[in-house]
């Protein structure tokens, strides 16, 4: 009976364990940003302002090697000398760090920024252009999930980076010289500011390719209502951009919080380069590629792909995805069921990077001089 009493003991505790752990997890977005949470914006406590005239200051350059430089044999990158257009690409959030910004230089960030911007996502863009990609004061993510008076300083700040950067960026490139703006997560926010600050209508303008603002809560009213959604492979000053979701996925509290009465989300979808509602079967996805597997390869027919009405892009069909570390594999399961988020830039790799060529090479044959 002293056993019986035991043993019954022992598994109400076990079930009292298991049913806090399923507890915990189910609660995770909660209470990590709670764990993450920065307190009260302190501008004393911003890290110091990038000086982009030095190269410590950009995760990618054109004049070093770096890895926004990867490819394969199959997918040659031009040299940096015979690209005839640049890409100023902007990074998303690549730290966890308990602040409101993080200083550029901290080792964990900048790891984090080669391996799961530059890497995975930038170099998409190195058979069309020279790529540039500035390092910036991020702003915490839970600016973007739990938005507060506090959380938009530190957006203000970060953008404040950028903007500097995209001013870098002019200088160092040139006159004349077309050029593509290209983002993802956090970084689209940024760079969709970006476009509607200082390039749209502006003179930097005139020279813009296309703006790829990827994995962002991107509307027309956000961007401006002029400023043309892609509704085709070869056009020209034009926006792209897509949320990739599929049936199963439910918003949770890592889901960026769109501003009130902004309608759907602009969606171009990567299999077609149209806007419209049309399914794409995943014979038409060219390749995925994952450069954060131990054997990087080309995935051919790996996604199929539909903007939704809602503005976001489904994904009914998808194969099984490569190992791609814990740290990957964690970040894809706490985005929750049916949230290709993190992997936005990945499922359609291929089809991105002879996009951005074809984009490149129209604008050029439009300017070309008679």
Known sequence: MRWKKVL?????????????????????????????????????????????????????????????DVSLPELPPLSPGAAKADVFFV???????????????????????????????????NACC???????????????????PDGDRAVDLAYTDVAAAFDAFLERRGEGRPFLLASHSQGTVLAARLLR??????????????????GGPIH???????????????QWGCVVGWNARGPRYERNEYEFKDAPATGARICVN???????????????????LFFDTESP????????????????????????????????GILLWTMGPDNYHPIEYQLFYVNLRKNAVRRVEAFQAAHASP
Not at 130 to 148: D, E, I, L, M
Request: aromatic share 8%; glycine share 6%; net charge negative.
């Open 130 to 148: 020279a790529v540039y990609a500035p390092r910036y004061r991020q702003a915490s993510g839970k600016a973007f999930v739990h938005p507060s």
């Open 197 to 214: 600050e200082k390039i749209w209508g502006k003179p930097a303008g005139k020279h813009l390719v296309a703006a790829y603002l990827v």
């Open 297 to 328: 390869a080309v995935l051919p027919a790996f996604a199929d792909a539909a903007c939704q009405p809602d503005g976001n892009l489904w994904i009914t069909q998808m194969g099984s995805l490569p190992a791609r570390g814990p740290a990957s």
């Open 8 to 68: 019954s003991i022992v598994a109400l505790v076990c079930g009292v364990l298991v049913f806090l752990v399923a507890l915990a997890f189910l609660t995770l977005d909660r209470w990590l940003y709670a764990a993450l949470d920065p307190g009260p914006f302190d501008p004393s406590a911003a890290p110091p302002a990038p000086n982009y005239a030095e190269p410590s200051a950009w995760a990618a350059l054109p004049t070093r090697e770096d890895d926004a």
């Open 220 to 234: 027309p009213a956000t961007i401006g209502e002029d400023i043309p959604i892609c509704a085709s492979e070869d």
């Open 270 to 288: 990567p299999l077609t380069w149209k806007n419209d509602g049309a399914a794409a079967p995943a014979s038409q996805n060219q390749g995925a």
């Open 91 to 125: 990074h998303p959030t690549t730290s966890m760090a308990k602040r409101w910004n993080t200083p550029i230089d901290d080792p964990a960030v900048v790891q984090a920024t080669a391996r799961g911007a530059t890497l995975i996502q930038a170099s998409a863009f």
